[in-house]
């Protein structure tokens, strides 16, 4: 139901734009988060913004590089990743949270391979 895109091989420095693309629920009744994983590590929370684009949050080491938006009528969210680092490495998951729930996602995306060479 959640459709992950955009991740590639990239150099230091450059950026790269995801996109998830959402199917099947109504895409504005939830908020939509981004977060990575790194093989052998956690997944980690990277951003989220709320249904109504009226907050967003980010994880402190991509606050400032990247920013997190939504178009309901195209049921995506987007992750603008701008001055990438090599710390930036690993896959990245889009995520769907029912507005009114304060637990646990209730979607999850495919995730996209995002390579970040120095």
């Known amino acids: 139901q959640l459709q992950a895109c955009g991740g590639g091989l990239v150099q230091a420095g450059v950026s790269l734009r995801l996109s998830c693309t959402a199917s099947?629920?109504?895409?504005?009744?939830?908020?939509m988060g981004w977060f990575r994983q790194v093989p052998g590590k956690e997944r980690e929370f990277v951003a989220v913004?709320?249904?109504?684009?009226?907050?967003?949050d980010y994880t402190e080491s991509v606050k400032g590089r990247f920013t997190i938006s939504r178009d309901n009528a195209k049921s995506t969210v987007y992750l603008e990743m701008n001055s990438l680092k090599s710390e930036d490495t690993a896959v990245y998951y889009c995520?769907?949270?029912?507005?009114?729930?304060?637990?646990?996602?209730?979607?999850w995306g495919q995730g996209t391979q995002v390579t970040v060479s120095s």
């Open positions: 913004v709320t249904w109504d684009s009226g907050r967003t």
């Open positions: 099947g629920l109504t895409f504005s009744n939830y908020n």
């Open positions: 995520a769907a949270r029912f507005r009114s729930n304060m637990g646990k996602y209730n979607y």
